[in-house]
């Protein structure tokens, strides 16, 4: 039973580190497109800025917002999960 766990652990920790990362990305991507220079370079070299500037302008960034938004709650579910099962 715990090989079940720590398998869909191991996956639902990948996804949502993908979905982050890539979401981020594109976060950083629409910042550069709609002239926020400053946003986004520093989305590029600090990864989690990404999730301020999704909620500060979620009319442009919608949809690279819902990939960062999803895929960090899936890294906390992962955490949470590593933490209560003893393995942090």
Do not use: E
């Not at 079940?4 to 979401?23: D, E, H, Q, R």
């Not at 949809?63 to 906390?76: I, N, P, Q, R, T």
Request: with cysteine; proline share 1%.
């Amino acid at each position: 039973m715990v090989h079940y766990i720590v398998i869909a652990t191991l996956l639902t920790g990948s996804i949502g580190l993908m979905l982050f990362v890539i979401g981020s990305i594109f976060t950083a991507v629409v910042a550069l497109g709609n002239k926020q220079n400053i946003f986004g370079w520093a989305i590029i070299l600090f990864l989690p800025l990404s999730l301020v500037y999704c909620a500060m302008h979620w009319d442009k960034a919608s949809y690279s917002g819902k990939m960062v938004y999803w895929g960090a709650g899936l890294l906390v579910v992962t955490a949470i999960t590593l933490k209560v099962g003893g393995v942090i």
